[in-house]
């Protein structure tokens, strides 16, 4: 068996790989292609082990490589009953993979086409679309949390980083979603009290713990949420979104300035034009646009006169 195997690996070495070396001697263009060919390869290898590593499939991945390992070190050790056992196994084992995960593989043949495996290659939805679509979820949370009167306070990251803040309360990591964001700020949960950080159009950590302001200015009927949305908002360039739980009113800090009982669609706007439109510079196009058909009207105008 052994001498068996150091032949078949004596031939592929000889008609494959010399073979092959001698093609890329003889025309060297070709590196160029096989260069292209090891990066479309590791980085698919790369993709596929990140997707399976948390699955299932991950556990029958580290079984395949144990079972070659089993098979080539039987035969070494002249095992033969076992060696053929695992031969068997591994000859007929593709057709057991099928059969078994049969599920995941439907599942990923039907995401080809689709925009999931836009995701796999790591294309997503430009970021001005992502947060736009981020603060609308935002606006429907804070608008149910209105409803119920329940209290909720969330701050969103804009160009200075306020990690320290988000590390002072519970890891999320997660999508924004409506849902998720008025289940966190649910009375007599371990989340709800404090402030939820929404960085990188992620719910980075909830429960966290905002400095407060200590204007003397400040109304006094204004709670702690309300102190630590304007405390926060003067720190940094966050805007925070505050939900009274007395009365169910909508606020929000921004620059050390709260505006008080604002309503769904005011809230859109103030997001929108603090966080899409002056800081990802949606709408500049747009304007110089504007100004250069302008400008050639004017010009238009001075040739006629």
Known sequence: MKESFSVVLSNFWQMNIVTYFNELVQNPIRIISLILDLIIVIFLGYKLLKLVKNSRVWQLIKGIIL??????????????????????????????????????????????????????????????????????KIVIATEELAKTKTGGLIVIERDIKIKDIAE??????AEVSPQLLVNIFVPNTPLHDGAVIISENKIQAAAC??????????????????????????????????????????????????????????????????????????GVGIKAKKMKKAREKIKKEENNE
């Open 209 to 282: 713990i905002l400095p407060l302001s200590s204007d003397k200015d400040i109304a006094k009927e204004l709670g702690t949420r309300h102190r630590a949305a304007i405390g926060i908002s003067k720190e940094t360039d966050a805007i925070a979104v505050v939900v009274s739980e007395e009365t169910g009113k909508i606020s929000v800090a921004k620059d050390g300035t709260l505006i008080a009982d604002v309503r769904e669609d005011t809230l859109k706007k103030i997001l929108i034009k603090n966080i899409v439109t002056n800081r990802l510079g949606e």
């Open 67 to 136: 079972l070659i390992i089993a098979t080539v070190l039987s035969g070494w050790l002249r095992l033969d009953i076992l060696n053929f056992i695992l031969t068997s196994v591994m000859t007929y084992g593709v057709i057991a993979i099928i059969v078994i995960f049969q599920p995941e593989l439907r599942r990923a043949l039907e995401q080809l086409g689709t925009n999931k495996l836009t995701k796999f290659f790591g294309i997503d939805k430009d970021i001005i679309t992502k947060t736009k679509e981020d603060i609308y």
């Open 168 to 173: 002072t309360g519970v890891e999320i990591d």
